[in-house]
């Protein structure tokens, strides 16, 4: 049992690896001039960021060349959008997921206001597209089709490859969001020719916020959304984030190196916090595939409890979690993956997502087990209307209102 603070919120951001810190250091105290000056110390900036972007590569299978740096998967997957749309004047149709991240979400959602032609796939109980639904949507009016390789919320992957050679049977782009997916899963793209944009995300995989990547295959088109210099070859212009970048090459060369180490670690915290919920708390449910998923996540509902309260419990007894996506935390909003995924309401109230890493140790897992069991049942046995969610004793009115409360909750 430990007192220290845990971290059980992974696929948020990650812990900042030594090795990353140590890289960015030396960005400010030995290599800081600016990368574009000709004179040495713009040089020996140079440098250090071609060979954070070869590190990048190595980890992702792709020639350096075809990385451009940029802000994170948010910036990342913008650009994809745009470039791929760009590239494809002609064609006026995406197609995308019900339950990627905003950054995916809302732009379509905004093109489609602009004339574009939009499907959002849907996903079934366990959150998986349906191949037949991609093949029975698109056409040689397609121009891209986004996907995210892995649900943030959830972990479940998506079959990146299936999906690509559909779309490369019509002519359209294939971009993959990849932003939880760096990290924690082999990724070659080498081995998926079908990929023209990928997304990754420092800070998802233990380097600093603020700095990602955008992979763009060769050949295919980049439209530069911020412009005014000749950064990136022209294809993202602005005076580079030389920390987040050398720490995000530091990062990928880790885990170059060590993918298989680190996935069988966290997979095994992650194994053993799900049994350890699942063997001292009644009425959980695991939302999701739990084997076409990440090794590091459980989205895990508690009935009959409030996510938002758990958290808060949780918090105040140094464990920090998420309810579905960090960005939902502190407003009622369920998750939309969840309702995608047509979970039952009373799950997706009490669902908190559980993200271990490489970091996390086997003390830290029975704390969290033993420190939330004791919570939900607290919870519980707080709750007016029991663990059956039937009120006893309560009036009519107090009853309707409880129903309103939990529908107008639940969108
Ligand atoms: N895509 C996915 C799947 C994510 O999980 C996130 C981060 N929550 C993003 C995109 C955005 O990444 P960033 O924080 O680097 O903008």
């Known amino acids: 049992m430990t007192d220290q603070p845990i971290y059980f919120d992974n696929n948020s951001t990650t812990f900042p690896a030594p ?15 600016n990368p574009s000056s000709t004179h040495s110390f713009g040089q020996k900036a140079r440098h250090a960021l071609e060979r954070a972007r070869e590190g990048v590569a190595r980890m992702l299978n792709c ?18 959008l745009y470039s791929a749309l760009e ?28 004339g574009y032609r939009v499907t959002e796939l849907s996903v079934d109980r366990l959150g998986h597209i349906d191949l037949d639904e991609l093949r029975n949507e698109i056409s040689g009016d397609t121009a891209l089709v986004s996907l995210m390789w892995a649900n943030n919320e959830t972990g479940v992957l998506n079959p990146v490859a299936a999906a690509g050679d559909i779309a490369k049977q019509f002519g359209a782009l294939l971009h993959v969001d990849a932003a939880q997916a760096a990290g924690k899963l082999p990724i070659d793209l080498t081995e998926h020719a079908a990929i023209d944009y990928l997304t990754i995300s420092g800070h998802k995989f233990h380097a600093l916020k603020g700095c990602g990547a955008l992979f763009v295959r060769r050949g295919a088109g980049c439209t530069a959304l911020l412009r005014g210099g000749h950064h990136e070859s022209g294809r993202r212009a602005g005076t580079e984030n030389a920390l987040g970048i050398v720490a995000m090459g530091a990062a990928a060369r880790m885990v170059s190196a060590k993918l298989d180490e680190y996935a069988v670690h966290m997979r095994a915290m992650r194994d ?15 939302n999701g595939d739990q084997h076409e998923r990440l090794p590091n996540t459980i989205n895990a509902g508690f009935k009959y409890i409030d996510g938002e309260a758990l958290l808060m419990m949780m918090d105040a007894e140094g464990i920090s979690v998420s309810a579905g996506s960090a960005c939902k935390s502190g407003s009622m909003e369920p998750s939309h993956v969840l309702l995608a995924m047509n979970v039952p309401l009373s799950a997706i109230h009490g669902s908190v997502r559980f993200c271990t890493s490489r970091y996390t140790t086997t003390d830290e897992v029975d704390t969290l087990v033993q420190k939330t069991a004791k919570i939900v049942k607290r919870l519980r046995e707080m709750s007016p209307f029991g663990k ?18 939990f529908a107008r909750a639940s969108g």
């Open 87 to 114: 590239a494809l004047p002609d064609r006026k149709h995406i197609i995308t997921t019900r339950v990627e991240h905003s950054s995916v979400l809302e732009v379509v959602r905004y093109l489609a206001e602009s």
């Open 388 to 405: 059956d969610h039937k009120p006893a004793g309560l009036t009519a009115e107090q009853i309707a209102a409880h129903k309103a409360y």
């Open 63 to 80: 020639t350096p060349a075809e990385l451009v740096f940029n802000s994170g998967a948010t910036e990342g997957n913008n650009t994809a």
């Open 19 to 33: 090795e990353a810190v140590e890289a960015a250091l030396s960005a400010i105290s030995e290599h800081w001039g």
């Open 272 to 286: 053993r916090l799900q049994t350890g919920l699942l063997n001292t708390i009644d009425d959980v449910v695991i």
